[in-house]
């Protein structure tokens, strides 16, 4: 499957929730979900009818899968990499897409969305471990030290989005150094530090089926 390319803001009327595609945006009085709180498309505002526990399980994936940007046969292949870690699935598997490069980068505020700094990775602005890495889905691990390459920071792109989220707050499993603009990987993050309302059991009752 291709990677969604048209409107964001339509996945996240889809989903009746901010998925946090736009950046500031997402924030403003501008946002869709604010604007218009019902399905996209010719019958969104005629959608009401109560969705099937197949629908249920389905949303929340999709939900999931388009809040960290991954394709079906990604989030599958982290869905079977989590069934295999100890401890809970479903944990397990937001863990591990809280642990994608791209996702880090934006929880440093060094993006100001998660596609933005999918494309930040990509162009190269990043290293992990002094190592340029490029590649959004890499799975940082716990004592890695990632930072913006300093030739980046002379960016005007780079600089205007560390001012703006100069005061954003860094989740705890992530330790920070304004000062350099490093930051290292303290642990993997447990489910109550990921500000995202899905039922991950849903999902698991979903790939279980």
């Not at 010719?42 to 991954?70: D, I, M, T, W």
């Not at 471990?129 to 940082?140: C, D, E, Q, R």
């Not at 930072?147 to 920070?176: D, G």
């Amino acid at each position: 499957m291709a990677r969604y390319t048209g409107a964001v803001c339509r996945l996240c009327r889809r989903e009746n929730q901010k998925l946090f595609l736009k950046g500031d945006k997402c924030f403003s009085e501008k946002c869709c979900v604010a604007k218009r709180s019902y399905a996209p498309g010719q019958h969104g505002q005629g959608r009401n009818r109560k969705p099937s526990e197949y629908g249920l399980q389905l949303r929340e994936k999709q939900k999931a899968r388009r809040f960290y940007g991954v394709l079906e046969r990604q989030f599958e292949r982290y869905f079977k990499l989590a069934e295999k870690r100890p401890g809970i699935t479903g944990e397990n598997l937001f863990s591990i897409l809280e642990s994608r490069l791209d996702n880090v980068v934006y929880r440093l505020g060094f993006a100001m969305s998660r596609p933005e700094a999918r494309q930040l990775v990509r162009h190269g602005h990043f290293t992990v471990n002094g190592a340029k890495v490029n590649i959004p889905s890499y799975l940082v691990k716990p004592g890695d030290v990632i930072a913006i390459k300093p030739k980046s920071l002379e960016s005007e792109k780079i600089k205007s989005v560390l001012e703006a989220n100069a005061s954003r707050p860094v989740p705890k499993w992530l330790e920070l150094n304004p000062e350099t603009h490093t930051a290292k990987v303290v642990s993997l993050a447990a489910r109550e530090d990921i500000d995202l309302p899905v039922e991950e059991h849903l999902i698991v009752e979903l790939y279980s089926r």
